[in-house]
């Protein structure tokens, strides 16, 4: 079975300051997807980025920026000069590219609340 | 409009009661998929559904019911509602293409059970 885990249950910073949210996943699938999501104080989930197992390369979007280590089963997000509207709990999930609809369902972290204070 | 669409948006039901949330997408999208929202556990699946008339149990199911008769609806039935299921639901659904792997969420409905 599948397994996230986001160790930080909350955060909390100071507006400018860098952060950085981890998530340790667990899979014997050597092809999969790790997800991150954005939850605002709307309630809503916002999906911020999608990587596939097999493609290494970090990536950057603003001030965003993701780390992905194989080796340590890591995804980690870090988001560069926070400001208050990065306000939000944060999940962290995997899926498997498989044919049986279960394994294809998202498996979350339990989620990581970033208060970001101005 | 286009989109996942979860209704009601809140819902307040007393133990014992049969309460239906539904969910309803314009894609046809194949897969679609229940969860709940507890603190300290994230979302967790309830049920799933590969296509009309195919659904099956996740890692949450017992006291919920879902049907598909139709691909854009996605019903879920709590035929007794208790106060542990005092949760935030989430509905999603999922293109059935291998390599594009997009999920889509509905808003979420706040569930309180008295």
């Known amino acids: 079975a599948q397994k996230v885990t986001q160790a930080q249950t909350e955060i909390s910073v100071v507006e400018k300051e860098d952060v950085t949210l981890d998530c340790v996943y667990e899979t014997r699938d050597t092809t999969y997807y790790l997800f991150w999501y954005k939850q605002p104080p709307s309630g809503e989930l916002v999906f911020l980025i999608r990587?596939?197992?097999?493609?290494?390369q970090n990536e950057i979007s603003g001030r965003y920026s993701w780390n992905f280590q194989k080796s340590t089963s890591s995804f980690n997000f870090t988001i560069t000069a926070s400001q208050v509207v990065d306000s939000a709990v944060y999940f962290c999930a995997l899926s498997l590219p498989a044919m049986d609809t279960g394994r294809r369902a998202l498996t979350f972290g339990s989620g990581t609340r970033l208060q970001v204070q101005p | 409009d286009a989109g996942i669409t979860q209704s009601p948006r809140y819902k307040i039901t007393e133990t014992g009661r049969q309460v239906t949330l539904m969910c309803h997408q314009t894609?046809?999208?194949?897969?679609m998929f229940w969860y709940r929202q507890d603190l300290g556990h994230g979302l967790r699946l309830i049920y799933y559904?590969?296509?009309?008339?195919?659904?099956d149990k996740g890692e949450v199911p017992d006291g919920y019911v879902v049907s598909r008769s139709k691909t854009e609806n996605f019903p879920l039935t709590l035929e007794s509602a208790t106060r542990s299921q005092t949760s935030v639901y989430f509905c999603a659904s999922s293109e059935s293409l291998m390599w594009n792997y997009g999920y889509t969420f509905g808003s979420g409905t706040r569930l309180t059970v008295v």
């Open positions: 559904s590969a296509a009309a008339d195919i659904t």
């Open positions: 990587r596939n197992s097999f493609d290494e």
């Open positions: 894609w046809s999208h194949s897969y």
